[in-house]
């Protein structure tokens, strides 16, 4: 690992003045993604900012009309344990507690969270070629290791995933991301917060290079909705998504009024499926229409030689898991 300086910014002002100072500079959270990287030589970061104190940013607030405010800096564990999140978002609390572990819970922020990177092998190995990694330099993926990559919205530069399971379920939240930079604040919806990768698959999220990621805001639910966090994986524990969903569906009576579905571990983003939204809404939920809306949606899926799999589990994973929330008492 390289040396590097290490600074503590007091707030969010303070810490966009020091990264804009800086350009070789990073935002710290918990360091659970970041520094790992660093060992392995993908990161070399002169200054780390660490904003994990900046004043307000560890709390979780209301909002005026009934929804969430949740500071960038709030631990995973702090998150999944707040009874509001519990009651009212039960599948963040959900997704979150299916992620890493606790110990990683407990350092591991909001912020960074949303901007962990790809568990690509090959990008997280610096003696090979990787475009995201060292644009340019090819995609061995591609015909290589890929059989937990994406399946969907994927391009010739890049066929990595998004890991992160709280941003699914953030993503079927319509959560929005408020941030800071040297021009302001602003925010970004979630769903459009993480990008394609397309020719630039260096960039994973619209942020810009000296944006901070201030809070997440989650918008009232209805009462009626039930909420779903569901992940398959190669182990029951510490292991990343092959395949996830969060959903969130508000019924009236066996009729969905609304419905907003996230895929994960199939796509660079989270995946709303809102092809699949737009045929239930508004309808009867049983397992033909499920069938046929999970079907209409993973019809664009381009699966590579060895991640043909994801489809069929992403189709069963939409039916059996809003099955389960017609079948849920609550
Ligand atoms: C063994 C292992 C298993 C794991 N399993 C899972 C899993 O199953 N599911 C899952 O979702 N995750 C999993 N993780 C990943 C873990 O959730 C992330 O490492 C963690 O959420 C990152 O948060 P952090 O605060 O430690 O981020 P850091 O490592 O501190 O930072 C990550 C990135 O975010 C930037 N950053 C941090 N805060 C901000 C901010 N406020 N504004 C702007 N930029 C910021 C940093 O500069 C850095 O680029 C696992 C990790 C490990 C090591
Ligand atoms: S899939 Fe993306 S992250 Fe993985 S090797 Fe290809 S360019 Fe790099």
Redesign the pocket.
């Known amino acids: 690992m390289r040396p590097f300086r290490y600074e503590r910014a007091a707030d969010a002002e303070e810490a966009v003045a020091l990264i804009t100072a800086e350009p070789e500079a ?11 990287l660093m060992r392995l030589g993908v990161n070399a970061p002169g200054t780390l900012i660490d ?1 994990t104190r900046l004043a307000g940013h560890d709390r979780i607030e209301e909002t005026a009309g009934g929804g969430l405010r949740i500071g ?2 709030v631990t ?1 564990s702090d998150l999944a344990a707040d009874p509001r999140v519990r009651e009212r978002y039960p599948v963040l609390a959900q997704a979150v507690l ?4 606790g110990q ?1 819970r407990n ?3 909001v ?3 949303l ?2 990177r790809t568990r690509c092998a090959y990008f997280q190995d610096i003696t090979k070629p990787c475009n995201k990694r060292s644009p340019g330099s090819g995609c061995p993926a591609r015909e290589g290791d890929h059989h937990n990559l994406a399946i969907i919205g994927h391009s010739r530069h890049c066929v990595a995933t998004h ?4 941003a699914v379920a953030l993503a079927a939240l319509d959560a929005t991301v408020h941030v800071r930079g040297p021009s302001g604040e602003r925010a970004i919806p979630i769903p459009g917060f993480h990008r394609l990768p397309g020719d630039e698959p260096e960039k994973d999220t619209v ?1 810009d290079p000296n ?3 201030t809070m997440v805001e989650l918008a009232p639910r209805a009462h009626a909705t039930r909420q779903r966090y569901r992940k398959v994986r190669e182990r029951r524990s ?4 092959l395949v996830s969903i969060a959903a969130v569906v508000e019924f009236e009576g066996q009729t969905a009024a609304d419905v907003c579905v996230a895929l994960g571990g199939v796509a660079h983003v989270p995946w709303r499926a809102t092809i699949a939204e737009d045929l239930l809404r508004g309808g009867p939920i049983d397992e033909s229409t499920l069938t046929r809306a999970a079907e209409a949606e993973l019809v664009k899926a381009e699966p590579l030689r060895d991640n043909g799999y994801k489809v069929e589990l992403a189709r069963r994973l939409i039916v059996r898991t809003l099955l389960d929330l017609v079948e849920a008492d609550t």
Do not use: H, R, W, Y
């Open positions: 990073k935002f710290l959270g918990g360091g659970t993604n970041l520094v790992d904003v960038a800096a995973n299916n992620g890493a572990s990683l350092l591991a922020t912020g960074g969270n901007l962990q890991p992160s399971d709280m942020l944006e901070l990621i510490f292991a990343f998504a």
